[in-house]
């Protein structure tokens, strides 16, 4: 199990320069580069202007509105506990945040076609060595001479591995965007509840919302799937405090496949839990 304590990381400020405006990060977990189970978790703050054009992945995202409210198209945001699911081959947008102050839990990793995921390095290095060759602007990449531009990220992506970008068919008409306080509460275990939000694919990325009472215990993660939690707000104990530690608000844990972890909540404990199952190398 890995345990990050992602109040106490600092925001490193970064230019999207494949997109329009800037973001901070508090790097949480990373996969293995090249792997199809690779992910990225990050918290992401903006506080002025972003914009992305309407676009699509070739890899799965979940987002989690941890504070303010999120732009994902034209009349659609994520609200504060929202969550949104974007599978691979589906598209959205454009995306234009205003300004605000917006705090967002970012998973992204790869889908259920088995196609991977991009990692950061992978991405920054693609992009400094395309701005050799062109300019970025408006999220989209035009080559020096040329007056055609296209998507950044599929341009970086290209470059990166050296074949054009390819897309599974979209399983889905749109991206999933749950309003969670609407979900009831269903008790699991004496002081233990569950929101359960979805599961998603054939790979059945599976997505909840946990609750604990004070005094109570909840034990999470299983056998064959990677689980991601994050503490949104509460304080406790992991395990026995003495060898695993305790957790408070934005505290962020990694389980491998058959790793357990129990929550011993101290205080009113809420928490996103996010299952992957894994996928095959072969």
């Not at 989690?64 to 929202?82: M, Q, T, Y």
């Not at 004070?214 to 707000?233: D, S, Y």
């Not at 608000?249 to 299952?275: D, K, N, P, Y």
């Amino acid at each position: 199990m890995q345990i990050v304590h992602a109040e106490d990381l600092p925001w490193a400020e970064r230019q999207e320069r494949h997109r329009e405006g800037s973001l901070a990060f508090r790097n949480l977990f990373e996969g293995q580069e090249g792997d199809p189970n690779n992910f990225r978790l990050v918290l992401s703050k903006n506080s002025g202007e972003y914009k992305s054009p309407h676009h699509k992945h070739n890899f799965d995202q979940v987002r989690f509105c941890v504070r303010g409210a999120a732009s994902i198209a034209p009349g659609k945001s994520l609200e504060e506990g929202d969550v949104g699911y974007f599978p691979e081959g589906v598209s959205y947008g454009p995306q234009d945040d205003k300004g605000g102050d917006r705090v967002t839990l970012v998973f992204q990793g790869g889908g259920a076609s088995g196609l991977g995921y991009m990692s950061a390095g992978q991405l920054r290095r693609g992009t400094e060595e395309l701005e050799k060759l062109g300019s970025f602007a408006g999220g989209r990449f035009t080559r020096t001479g040329e007056t055609q531009s296209r998507d950044s990220y599929e341009a970086i992506w290209e470059h990166v591995m050296g074949r054009p970008i390819a897309y599974p068919d979209g399983r889905y008409e749109d991206p999933a965007l749950i309003r969670t306080k609407a979900f009831a509460w269903r008790e699991i275990a004496p002081g233990v509840a569950l929101r359960a939000l979805g599961a998603f694919t054939e790979r059945g990325v599976r997505l909840d919302m946990l609750r604990v009472e004070p005094g109570a215990r909840a034990i999470t993660g299983e056998a064959g799937a990677m689980t991601l939690v994050f503490i949104v707000a509460g304080t406790g104990a992991l395990g026995d405090a003495a060898q695993e530690g305790a957790y408070k608000g934005w505290t962020s844990l990694r389980l491998e496949a058959g790793e357990t972890l129990r929550l011993c909540a101290a205080a009113h404990t809420e928490a996103l839990v996010i299952t992957l199952p894994w996928i095959s190398r072969s």
